[in-house]
């Protein structure tokens, strides 16, 4: 870059640097060669999304405030389905020529309220200014929380299936602004042994098997009648033709928690959920592999009917 648009970021940097202020548990955060984070002594939780105009967004249809917001939630959203707390954020920002100092103000706006919501510190990153679309790589340190972090590879055969809220249909606009889980798994993970847990990033029909597989190629059956559907799912369903139940297993973006506890835990957790904590059983884990739903007294096999982004073109 030349001097003064070097410049220009420094200015740019300076103002993000500020605004950012300090935490607890960040020693240095923006403003030297790396950050310094006060770490967990029992490891720490990391994870890194990237969100790409035309891709996952379109600079136009979605505001910068919007972008920022969900660059930072679903990263947050990762954090709580392996039970942590987040910690720093690490943001990197291709920003388009012309108007990156907006952007950029713009991104910070939709994220820091957010992150103080959830007692996140912006500890760094990286900004370059390019001919190309806005991309936004955001990286979120977490800490684990005794007893330590909730994996999806602990189902065992037996357990009961739960979701923390009613899904489909988030593409209505929901998608935009994702409400990150986190208070519902720590006092979830306080509550209970959670054996296995995931986010629905992609759909109910393609998370769900992620714990399956991750749990020995284990199978499930999700009783119709139980999935909590989203009113926004039956007002897609009149658009599409589709059922309201086929958008609450396939449609991505609910960013709902999926989980599995034994049966007797299930019943407790029924019976006394945690405060604030919705809890909705759908189903049960089997040795038999496969996802089936039961509907009407016929069961039938559920493909992954969630996005793919290795399968499908175009944005959401
Ligand atoms: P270096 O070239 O040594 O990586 P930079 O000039 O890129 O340093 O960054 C200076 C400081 O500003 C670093 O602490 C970096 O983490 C932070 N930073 C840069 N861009 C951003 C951004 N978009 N958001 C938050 N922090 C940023
Ligand atoms: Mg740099």
């Not at 769900?208 to 139980?226: Q, R």
């Not at 039961?294 to 982004?309: A, Y």
Request: charged share 25%.
């Amino acid at each position: 870059m030349s001097t003064t648009k070097r410049e220009g970021e420094f200015d740019l940097i300076d103002e993000i640097r500020r605004a950012a202020g300090t935490a607890l548990g960040v020693p240095l955060g923006i403003g030297d060669d790396c950050a310094l984070v006060a770490t967990d002594p029992t490891g720490q939780l990391v994870t890194t999304d990237m969100l790409l105009d035309g891709r996952h967004f379109r600079l136009g249809e979605h505001t910068p405030e919007q972008i920022g917001y969900k660059a930072l939630a679903v990263n947050v959203s990762d954090i709580a389905a392996m039970a942590g707390r987040p910690r720093a954020a690490f943001v990197a920002v291709g920003l388009p020529r012309g108007d990156a100092p907006a952007l950029a103000r713009g991104l910070l706006a939709g994220m820091l309220p957010l992150a103080e919501r959830f007692g996140v510190a912006l500890a760094g990153g990286d900004t370059n200014a390019w001919e190309g679309p806005l991309v936004v790589s955001l990286t979120l340190l977490g800490d684990p929380v005794p007893p330590g972090v909730v994996r999806r590879g602990g189902g065992r055969a037996g357990d009961v299936v739960f979701v923390t809220g009613p899904l489909g249909g988030s593409l209505l606009g929901r998608h935009l602004r994702p409400e990150p889980r986190v208070k519902e798994a720590l006092a979830l993970h306080a509550a209970v042994d959670l054996h296995a847990m995931i986010d629905l990033s992609d759909g109910l029909s393609s998370d769900l098997p992620h714990i399956l597989e991750e749990s020995g190629g284990l199978g499930a059956t999700l009783e119709a009648p139980w999935i909590p559907i989203h009113p926004d799912a039956a007002r897609m369903a009149e658009r599409t033709g589709k059922t309201a139940i086929a958008h609450a297993l396939d449609d991505g973006e609910d960013f709902e928690l999926c989980f599995s506890v034994d049966a007797e835990t299930a019943l407790r957790l029924e019976a006394s959920p945690p405060a604030g904590v919705m809890v909705h059983r759908i189903g049960v884990l089997e040795s038999r592999p496969g996802l089936r739903l039961r509907q009407d007294g016929v069961e039938r096999l559920i493909r992954p009917g969630g996005f793919d982004h290795f399968r499908e073109a175009g944005t959401r």
